[in-house]
DNA sequence: CTCATGACTAGCT
DNA sequence: TAGCTAGCCATGA
């Protein structure tokens, strides 16, 4: 066609950010995710930089951004900054329990979550 | 092009 | 649980 070889994959930024703000989206109300696994299910492994990046631009107030935290459960912000307690208490809202800016992450990525209630 | 920065992660002690 | 290091990727100076 009339493009060059160029490659329309999955590897466009625009496109890129598109999914992570969709991968974001799709947090379950009271549950969180980490920025690895955000970026996993964006398609984009190994971009969990790329994720918090994304959310530090972004400027939707309807993106639920307050349910993504680092990979050990810890809000990624500086413990008593701003952006730290208006997370903590956006996740309490949900009836997340938060300690210490900490959160107890899921035992498993939520993928399976359905695959737990359907084993039992 | 090189260097520094950042809402990161995994591994080791 | 906590601290330190190295690796990683995108941006901007």
New binding site residues.
């Given amino acids: 066609m009339g493009k060059r070889g160029d490659d329309p994959a999955p590897?466009d930024?625009d496109s890129?950010?598109d999914r992570l703000l969709a991968a974001v989206r799709a947090i379950p109300r009271g549950q969180v995710a980490?920025?690895?696994?955000v970026?996993r299910r964006a398609g984009?492994p190994?971009?969990?930089?790329?994720?918090?990046?994304v959310?530090?631009t972004?400027t939707d107030p309807t993106l639920p951004?307050?349910r993504?935290?680092?990979?050990?459960?810890?809000?990624?912000?500086?413990v008593g900054s701003e952006?730290f307690l208006e997370?903590g208490r956006r996740l309490r809202a949900e009836g997340v329990t938060v300690r210490?800016g900490?959160v107890r992450m899921p035992a498993r990525p939520l993928d399976l979550d359905a695959e737990v209630w359907g084993v039992r």
Avoid: K
């Avoid at 190994?46 to 990046?53: H, P, Q």
């Avoid at 993504?68 to 500086?78: C, K, N, Q, T, W």
């Fill in positions: 590897g930024a890129a950010v980490g920025y690895g696994e970026a984009l190994g971009r969990a930089r790329l994720a918090a990046r959310l530090s972004n951004w307050h993504v935290l680092r990979s050990d459960g810890r809000i990624a912000f500086p952006g997370q210490e900490r």
